[in-house]
């Protein structure tokens, strides 16, 4: 991709920095009250046991090196107070994304590849998509850019789809055999009730920001 004036380079993350700038982008519109997130409460929404893929144990030190590298590039901003450092995410004005195109990425960056389908239902509580038209325009202008990828259909596999490349580019054909020989979907999504799954999902995320912000406000 030649980068020009007016088109952001894209960066390159490693694993811990993508998932806490998805995990800013998520919380800002989750948990507005506790946002910026503190070093803690970053901790907790990158180790969150549901609505992640894959799953993590970081420590608050590695959070707190992440959270100064995305600084560093630009994608995250720090706040000072008195109690505790806090963190906000720059990733939509830093790559100059629409909110639509800022909640597909952070959605690839928590959960890793997902269907059209999957990326609509669960951007519910992130931004409501009018119709899966709107949401396909974000992952097309996405691709039109390099930050995101269409990844070959495994066998069997009827919808397409797609992975980030905010981590450098990905090996389609390795993940989509992946796919092929789990013979399952990906971490955190259903096999047989998506829409109960995700609901699940959502109610276990709940309980997990709820811990985050007692975290947060003992902290």
Do not use: W
């Not at 144990?57 to 720090?78: F, I, P, W, Y």
């Not at 952070?106 to 669960?122: H, K, M, W, Y």
């Amino acid at each position: 991709m030649t980068d020009t004036p007016d088109t952001p380079a894209r960066p390159l993350l490693d694993a811990t920095q993508a998932r806490l700038l998805g995990c800013l982008v998520e919380k800002e519109a989750t948990t507005p009250d506790t946002y910026p997130l503190t070093v803690n409460a970053a901790q907790s929404a990158a180790n969150q046991k549901t609505a992640r893929d894959p799953l993590m144990n970081l420590d608050a030190g590695n959070v707190q090196h992440a959270l100064r590298q995305l600084e560093t590039m630009g994608l995250a901003r720090q706040h000072f107070s008195s109690r505790a450092d806090r963190y906000e995410h720059r990733l939509q004005a830093a790559l100059d994304l629409t909110r639509q195109q800022t909640v597909v990425l952070a959605l690839l960056l928590l959960r890793g590849p997902q269907t059209l389908a999957e990326l609509v239902t669960r951007a519910e509580r992130l931004h409501r998509f009018g119709d899966a038209d709107e949401a396909r325009h974000a992952i097309e202008r996405l691709q039109q850019r390099e930050l995101l990828v269409v990844l070959p259909r495994a066998s069997g596999q009827r919808e397409d789809r797609y992975m980030h490349l905010l981590c450098g580019d990905v090996d389609g054909a390795a993940l989509a055999a992946a796919f092929a020989s789990s013979g399952a979907a990906p971490a955190g999504a259903a096999s047989h009730d998506p829409a109960l799954a995700e609901r699940v999902a959502q109610l276990e995320t709940a309980v997990a920001e709820l811990r985050a912000e007692l975290d947060a406000l003992r902290g």
